[in-house]
């Protein structure tokens, strides 16, 4: 069965700093997505990165990238500079050729000035 | 930018009540989703749509029904409201355009507390 594990339930980051979080996922499916949202203390979930479990190349979002790792089935955000406004949840998504998304818990990650 | 709306932002209910959640989407998806958020469990399905009048069940359906007569607009109803049932509730959207494996987007959620 498909799932997704986020082992960090949260994280503390010195502003400026880089961050890494967290993401293993299970699929037998060959062709699946990987998906990060960003949810703030306000509620809304922010779409952040989509990964194809096809592309080579990892992908990047500005200051996010995903450290797409298939053969140990991770997928990690990488956050670079860190900024006291990504203080938030942090949820890591899996679909596998299907319209529906399984989230993981989420990892809660604040930023320190 | 896609938008999804969602009726409101918190809501207060008592037990046995009939309650509905709304959601307006603007980018004329094909798909939408109810989801519940509780502390520790992440995201949960309740109630996955595809196509006007089209349902299916997620996860966790029991004491939810859902109503889609347009396409932008995807309704959850708690039949009999319960105190178990006070949660955040999500709704998003997606297309079906560019095949599987879309990003959803999401509204910014409806905290609802049944007393």
């Known amino acids: 069965a498909q799932k997704i594990t986020q082992t960090q339930p949260g994280m503390f980051v010195q502003e400026k700093e880089a961050v890494t979080l967290d993401c293993t996922y299970d699929t037998s499916d060959q062709s699946y997505g990987l998906f990060w949202y960003k949810q703030p203390s306000s509620g809304e979930m922010i779409f952040l990165i989509y990964?194809?479990?096809?592309?080579?190349q990892n992908a990047t979002e500005g200051r996010y990238s995903l450290n797409f790792q298939k053969a140990r089935k991770s997928a990690n955000l990488v956050i670079s500079a860190s900024q006291l406004g990504d203080s938030a949840m942090y949820f890591c998504a899996m679909s596998d050729n299907t319209d529906k998304l399984i989230f993981g818990t989420g990892t809660r990650l604040q930023v320190f000035p | 930018d896609v938008k999804v709306t969602q009726s409101s932002r918190y809501l207060v209910k008592r037990t046995g009540e009939k309650v509905f959640l709304e959601c307006v989407q603007d980018?004329?998806?094909?798909?939408m989703f109810w989801y519940r958020q509780d502390p520790g469990l992440g995201l949960r399905l309740i109630y996955f749509s595809y196509d006007v009048k089209m349902k299916e069940k997620g996860d966790i359906p029991e004491g939810y029904s859902v109503s889609r007569e347009k396409k932008e607009r995807f309704s959850l109803i708690l039949e009999s409201a319960s105190t178990n049932q006070t949660s955040m509730y999500l709704c998003a959207s997606s297309t079906r355009d560019r095949g599987y494996n879309q990003p959803q987007h999401f509204g910014d959620g409806t905290r609802l507390s049944i007393l």
């Open positions: 980018m004329d998806h094909e798909n």
């Open positions: 990964q194809g479990s096809y592309d080579e």
